[in-house]
């Protein structure tokens, strides 16, 4: 497997990102369309920064980090890895890269936003009243079987979140990582 600049990879390559995207986070990217319209739109952006693992010349992840106050703090956006290669390493491989050219572009901090609104949610926060000792909350934090447990096994910290941005009991929850 090697890391790759998106900028460089092929149309089937860039189709098959697409692919990875709307299967890994299809409450996104519903449909393949979608998914291939957000690439687009982030491969025009040239402050953007995507990267690609390829294996045997298919893409089996990516992810992305979009610049913000004034290049001092990166979202990442996104990270998916296909299903079946995931738990390998891969998208750890990937976002320990990113923070790389994120701290080569004298990032600071890196963040990501990590809605809990699947089903009836996946965290200790979905169907919470989180105005009530929110720090608190954050202190018995569970992950469950939501990403925010995979940011936080690589150092990034909750550093926010939103009550019912995706409905009521469905917050977003901000994660953040010191990047030097």
Known sequence: MKIQNMYELNKVQIVQAAQVLTDSLPVGWPTF???LAEIEE???DPQNTLLAAVEDDTVIGWGGILPQY???VFELHPLAVRSDRRRKGIGRAILEALEEEARKRGGLTMRVGADDEVGDGETSFANTDLYDDL???ILNFC???HQSG???KLG???IGVVPDANGPGKPDIYLGKRLY
Do not use: E, R, S, V
């Open 33 to 35: 369309d979608d998914a």
């Open 42 to 44: 982030l491969l025009n």
């Open 70 to 72: 004034k290049g001092n």
């Open 135 to 137: 720090p608190g909350k």
């Open 143 to 145: 992950p469950g079987t």
């Open 150 to 152: 995979f940011y936080m």
């Open 156 to 158: 990034y910290k909750i």
